[in-house]
Nanobody
Framework: QVQLVESGGGLVQAGGSLRLSCAASGRTFSTYNMGWFCQAPGKDREFVAAISPSGTTYYANSVKGRFIISRDNAKNTVYLQMNSLKLEDTAVYYC??????????????????WGQGTQVTVSS
């Protein structure tokens, strides 16, 4: 069973930056599709970014040009660099792994395992 542990969340002022990390267990991390989603109070979990095993990246329109997803297969870790943060980025951020094969990276139902989430709060 793959386990995911997120870290790096916190409180930051608007315009600031944070880097989230997601450490995965499992010896075949390099073959996983990895995604980041966020969920604000009262809202559905939304796609933020994803990265394929080959390093192809995908982003929600709302974060393009501000967020960068990357992976380090030697460390079994995926990162989300969050720059130019806005108040509306405030949410719990979840890391997710897909290892059965994926058709649509932004579809949360296609991910097999989720982390526990890390809170990101952007203040004015």
């Amino acid at each position: 069973q793959v386990q995911l542990v997120e870290s790096g969340g916190g409180l930051v002022q608007a315009g600031g930056s944070l880097r989230l990390s997601c450490a995965a267990s499992g010896r075949t991390f390099s073959t996983y599709n990895m995604g980041w989603f966020c969920q604000a109070p009262g809202k559905d979990r939304e796609f933020v970014a994803a990265i394929s095993p080959s390093g192809t990246t995908y982003y929600a329109n709302s974060v393009k040009g501000r967020f960068i997803i990357s992976r380090d297969n030697a460390k079994n870790t995926v990162y989300l660099q969050m720059n130019s943060l806005k108040l509306e980025d405030t949410a719990v951020y979840y890391c997710a792994a897909n290892y059965r094969g994926i058709a649509t990276f932004s579809n949360k139902d296609e991910y097999d395992t989720w982390g526990q989430g890390t809170q990101v709060t952007v203040s004015s």
